[in-house]
């Protein structure tokens, strides 16, 4: 059985390695001198953290919710932890409909559903704004503009019932 001849020359160029280094020369008659790279530590990567869960956002109609309603600003706390305040930053009345901006400013996630806002008009009809999928506000401040179109009468007073069947927690007039 035959070995292959570059099976031979790799044999033959280790075996002269430590002959020469122990010799001390430089070189081998006849074989050309192989470099031989020192053991390279190789450094472990980097320890990446893993992210911070992140905290649930608490929505607007959790039982466990308290508003207190004083002028245009409506304070939403949890177990006496502020959550949120929801403003009426402004409301443009129309015959038959209303745009109104809120401004949210959240302590922590809080997610405002619009379907939970009436437009209750001079006779008496509920009307539902055109948004209706919940916001998520994530901590800082943001806003949410809801619309309301085709109103049979004017439009009296914005409302905002977050937990069914229970009493509006905030109810802005028009001005």
């Given amino acids: 059985m035959r070995k292959p001849v570059a099976a031979l020359f790799a044999g033959l160029a280790v075996a002269t390695i430590p002959t020469a280094a ?3 020369a430089g070189a081998v008659e006849g074989v050309a001198p192989v470099a031989v790279a020192a053991p390279v530590a190789v450094a472990a990567p980097p320890a990446v953290a893993a ?3 992140a905290v649930p956002a608490i929505s607007d109609d959790d039982p466990a919710l308290t508003y207190v ?3 245009q600003v409506v304070t939403i706390t949890r177990k006496a932890a502020p959550v949120a305040t929801v403003k009426l930053a402004s ?3 129309s015959a038959h409909g209303a745009k109104v901006k809120l401004t949210v400013s959240a302590a922590r996630p809080f997610v405002v559903d619009p379907a939970m806002f009436t437009l209750y008009d001079a006779k008496g009809w509920e009307n539902d704004p055109r948004q209706t999928k919940p916001v998520r506000f994530g901590t800082g401040t943001g806003s949410l ?3 309301f179109t085709g109103t049979p ?3 009296e007073a914005l ?3 977050p937990k069914d069947g229970e009493e509006a927690v905030a109810v802005w007039e028009r001005g």
């Fill in 159 to 161: 409302g905002w019932v």
């Fill in 51 to 53: 992210p911070a869960p």
């Fill in 69 to 71: 309603q004083a002028g």
């Fill in 22 to 24: 122990w010799a001390g």
């Fill in 153 to 155: 009468a004017r439009p």
């Fill in 91 to 93: 409301a443009d009345y």
């Fill in 145 to 147: 503009t809801l619309t």
